[in-house]
């Protein structure tokens, strides 16, 4: 399986942007995955910022984010979404999106075995 992440820029503190990630993959069954958004910080660990269950209704999000960031998904496109608005400089960072088989949603990266490449996003001040 193969996910790109794209939609990542420089956008000032009050911004929006849209970011999206796109699977490909004979074997792989988009549906059939819980899928997620993690990012990275410099000098930070990996982060759990939004996930979605399988069928597009059930979401969950990290505190700082609860508000500003809307998760969706287009099973029949493969491919999830999120929306960021009101971005703060403390949002900088390598955003990464991520597929898990779990039944749930979980937070942590240890859950997820398909990773994207990360699409970089910086909220200047």
């Known amino acids: 399986v193969q996910l790109q992440a794209s939609g990542g820029g420089l956008v000032q503190a009050g911004g929006f942007l849209k970011l999206s990630c796109s699977a490909s993959g004979r074997t792989f069954s988009f549906e059939s995955h819980v899928m997620a958004w993690f990012r990275q910080a410099p000098g930070k660990e990996t982060e759990f910022v939004s996930g979605i269950a399988r069928d597009g209704i059930t979401t969950l999000y990290t505190g700082s984010v609860k508000g500003r960031f809307t998760v969706s998904r287009d099973n029949a496109k493969s491919s999830m979404y999120l929306l960021m608005d009101n971005l703060k400089p403390e949002d900088s960072a390598v955003y990464y999106c991520?597929?898990?088989?779990?039944?749930?949603?979980?937070?942590?990266?240890?859950?997820?075995?398909?990773w994207g490449q990360g699409t970089l996003v910086t909220v200047s001040s």
């Open positions: 991520a597929a898990a088989t779990t039944p749930d949603i979980f937070s942590r990266p240890r859950y997820y075995t398909s």
